[in-house]
């Protein structure tokens, strides 16, 4: 079993905890470094992963359009950011993770999938491997970042499957901030100079008024920006610097779940879960070609018999007409009236002006241009499968946009 480290926010110094030390069953919800920041700037407030997150500030809506336009501030510091060292770090964490981290390069980001011994996936997660200068002082070390209402249990399970020689550090004195929009870089460059260099996926260490960063150019908006790793006690007072910028407003959890649904992406908890394996979820490109290969990661002979006969069912978009959005929950039923599938995300497209949603359903209907119909408090709605993402990702790749 490896060990869990966490840094005192007062003192600096790496501890040693038990896992049993974290939050389980109910722990009392807690506040973001950014909580009296949000709240001075009218947020309403949510419960969600255990925080108190903002959930709007001036409309769903108009923050959802104005990040299209230009660009939003999202604190996400909920998420759980490790840093995972030791000798053959990458070689054990590949045994749970299916894509190529030994072949990461420095400063390289990787989504990935945290899969049990059944192919299932419990988290889906982002890997970075640091480069020898980075804030954290973690020479050869891997940076994850895993998702806030399941970091907990990742931990937990990770301390269980990974050598003894593996240390994992969670870096509870960091918060997470996110610039997503077409204009998102060009406005942080201006405070933080050098950004602009990076590309989609990739990484690297910056510094704003001698404050450290760690900033990758990556997101979950399907818009261009970046996500900034900056210590805990500075992080308002860069969020107000960043706000100070014309094209940077703050942006709540309400438009970043209507702009990750436009966009196509799966959200844990609700699209994905320990019932589910990559390949029901579409997420066959987290499966590297060499760990498919060698099928040396949790589940692979289920998840390769699946990707050889195909899964029972699959995840697919879906354009709802009308204007009424059908909401997670809704049952994607038959001719005969019988549920055969399940909405996991639902609503209304500000981008799009209608209603669109993701499921699972029956491989046979999973085709784009199937019509299918979906039931939900005595309403029945149709609909049609369509590829996804909704609205085209926006990322910025070497040689140009994608």
């Known amino acids: 079993m490896s060990d869990l480290q966490v840094t005192d926010p007062n003192t600096g110094q790496a501890e040693l905890l038990n896992i049993e030390d974290a939050p389980d069953g109910e722990p009392e919800t807690q506040t973001l470094p950014l909580d009296a920041w949000h709240r001075a700037r009218g947020a309403r407030m949510v419960e969600f992963a255990g925080y108190h997150m903002p959930i709007q ?36 964490l590949e045994a749970v993770l299916p894509g190529d981290i030994t072949g990461l390069g420095e400063s390289r980001n990787r989504y990935s999938l945290l899969l049990s011994e059944s192919g299932g996936i419990r988290d889906d997660l982002m890997v970075t491997r640091l480069p020898a200068a980075n804030p954290f002082d973690a020479v050869g070390a891997l940076y994850v970042v895993v998702n806030g209402a399941t970091k907990y249990d990742d931990i937990g399970y990770l301390l269980d499957v990974l050598p003894d020689d593996v240390t994992i550090n969670l870096q509870d004195d960091q918060a997470l901030l996110a610039v997503q929009g077409p204009k998102a870089v060009d406005a942080v460059a201006r405070l933080v100079p050098g950004v602009e260099a990076l590309v989609f996926m990739t990484a690297g260490a910056f510094a704003w008024n001698g404050t450290p960063l760690w900033v990758s150019r990556s997101g979950y908006t399907g818009e261009d920006g970046v996500e900034i790793s900056i210590p805990a006690e500075h992080a308002a007072t860069f969020a107000e610097a960043l706000c100070a910028e014309p094209e940077v407003m703050p942006i709540g959890l309400g438009a970043r779940d209507s702009l990750r649904l436009e966009a196509g992406l799966p959200l844990y908890g609700h ?22 290969e060698a099928k040396d990661f949790a589940g ?5 018999l699946e990707r050889e006969q195909g899964p029972v069912a699959k995840r697919v978009g879906l354009l709802v007409e009308g204007r009424q959005p059908v909401r997670e929950g809704a049952a994607v039923i038959d001719d005969e009236g019988s549920e055969v599938g399940r909405v996991t995300s639902g609503g209304f497209a500000p981008t799009l002006g209608s209603p669109i949603a993701m499921a699972y359903v029956p491989l046979a209907m999973a085709a784009p241009g199937t019509r299918v119909t979906l039931a939900q408090r005595g309403k029945v709605h149709t609909a049609t499968v369509t590829a996804m993402p909704f609205v085209p990702h926006r990322y910025v790749r070497a040689g140009g946009k994608a």
């Open 271 to 292: 699209d994905l879960d320990p019932e589910t394996t990559p390949v029901m979820a579409d997420l066959g490109f987290a499966l590297a070609k060499r760990r498919r």
């Open 57 to 92: 500030y001036d409309g769903i809506m108009a923050e959802h359009l104005w990040t299209r336009e230009s660009a939003g501030l999202f604190d996400v510091s909920h998420m759980g950011q490790l840093l995972l060292s030791g000798a053959g770090v990458d070689a054990a």
């Open 300 to 304: 692979a002979d289920r998840i390769m």
